[in-house]
């Protein structure tokens, strides 16, 4: 099981907070989908396209899926997801401008 913790982020549907296995330590972005959003075709399909592009993609420079976590319990249905720290990469580009080619490589 896993232990929530700090928030990441919001959008529409969801929240994405830090998780902390409990057995293990290893820490992932779980971001958590309200189970209502599903009554929306629109939202299936998005989540769905989702986790299939996560799991098709194995890149350095992407995110892994490691987890869709559902409990019958739970309000919400979970992706466990790589955690990276730093922010987004969108608000970086915001705020700063481009980033020059040594940066991007990164």
């Known amino acids: 099981t896993n232990e929530l913790g700090e928030e990441l982020g919001q959008g529409r549907f969801s929240t994405v907070v830090v998780a902390t296995h409990r057995a293990t330590g290893a820490r992932f972005a779980a ?3 309200d189970n209502d959003a599903f009554a929306e075709e629109e939202t299936v399909d998005a989540f769905e396209a989702e986790v299939s592009i996560l799991r ?3 890149h350095p420079h992407v995110v892994r899926l490691a987890e869709v976590v559902t409990a019958q319990s739970s309000p ?3 992706l ?3 955690l990276m720290r730093g922010g987004e990469l969108f608000t970086q580009v915001l705020e700063e401008g481009p980033l020059d080619e040594l ?3 990164r």
């Open 31 to 33: 971001k958590a989908v």
């Open 103 to 105: 940066r991007a490589k």
């Open 80 to 82: 466990l997801i790589e």
């Open 56 to 58: 098709a993609v194995d």
């Open 76 to 78: 919400c249905t979970y």
